[in-house]
């Protein structure tokens, strides 16, 4: 298939182009890594050719700016510091007890809130502190109180006995995970969905939208202590003033995951009813994915909710990790850039770009577009099954992940849907052009792709396929290049 668009490289987003000084900090520290385990060294070299040569659209990925990559890789690693900021199990706490002030004063500007704990390790570590948060306040103190006493410890045994029974029964509504909802919304392998008694939302049959009307009915017959709103593969922006009133009237706290979207809550693209923060009582992230951070989560809390959250180490969590709060502090500082509302911008006009080309190009896509960083294509339309589908692109250079959709039937191995994301090639500099060409190519390979035999898993790529679409890609790639500047 012969281009159909020139494309023009746009800049990349401000904060990844390498400096010099900082190709001098990479260059020595993989000198000296080499000098101990040349295999790591090796392993990392070759990590960043991968990523500069290849179309990464897994929409929970990004890249992480130079500085906030460099902050990672000191000292500040090797503290402990369990408690909180002034408040700490350890001696010698006080620069740490200064990179987290500074990155918890960053989330809670940047985002609006009223509190901001910068602790959690990921993004299921947050969302335990927020489940163990919310369950301290809403069920463990009523119950303290009622005993007269003023800690867990001071139970009788018998008393104690009747929460521990009480705080494993409480019930939790979240999304599903084939409507779009993440394992920790409840999802009966994971913890959430062990703890809690569980019910999931989905959305319309045939729309694919979510349905508030049938999320208040769950919420009234279910009755749950927590509902839960956010997803990872969604296309859709939620609106969270309808979901707190649908909590408010069943008397539920409204917790939302905004880790795949956070970059567009930070850059102001979601703002009003878009923007969880200030409808929820407690807002959870990871803040590497759209965020453009370093790997870890953060929990952000109405005031109610701040002195259980803060406990989240002992209660959840080990020790915090100093270094990655550092890097959190300086991740929070770019994104309250100017520059970053522009970055955020230009993620939700990508993706459209990108759900349009697909559906010029007659694709199916899950609720029949986007309005936030994702693409969810349903792939059955190629007669493919996820797995085959996610297989050819990345031997087509194009890296992906598959997805289920509503009611999937393929199951949640092999799927029916690849979910694309954004926020990581629109951090190379990619614009609406490129984004649109990504979109041929990916239907390029998926219209060359047959499955083979009746396996859900085989396939085959027409001769030349991969060859075409790599040399298309490498074109996009080297006119929008990854840390511009960095030479090793
Ligand atoms: N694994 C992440 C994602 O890909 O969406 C969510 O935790």
Redesign the pocket.
Known sequence: MAADSTVTSSAPAPGTECADTASTAYRAALQVIESVEPRIAAATRKELADQRDSLKL????NYASPAVLLTMGSWLSDKYAEGTVGHRFYAGCQNVDTVESVAAEHARELFGAPYAYVQPH???DANLVAYWAILASRVEAPSLAEAGARHVNDLSEKDWEELRHKLGNQRLLGMSLDAGG???HGFRPNISGKMFSQHSYGTDPDSGLLDYDAVAAAAREFKPLILVAGY??YPRRINFATMREIADEVGATLMVDM??FAGLVAGKVFTGNDDPVPHAHVTTT?TH?SLRGPRGGLVLAQQEYADAVDKGCPMVLGGPLPHVMAAKAVALAEARQPAFRVYAQRIAENAKALADGFLRRGARLVTGGTDNHIVLLDVTSFGLTGRQAESALLEAGVVT?RNSIPADPNGAWYTSGI?FGTPALTTRGFGVAEFDRVAELVVDVLTNTQPEGSSKARYRLADGTAERVRAAAAELLAANPLYPGLAL
């Open positions: 897994i929409a929970s990925e990921s993004g299921i993440h394992l920790t990872s593969a880790a795949h990871t994915k992940n979910r």
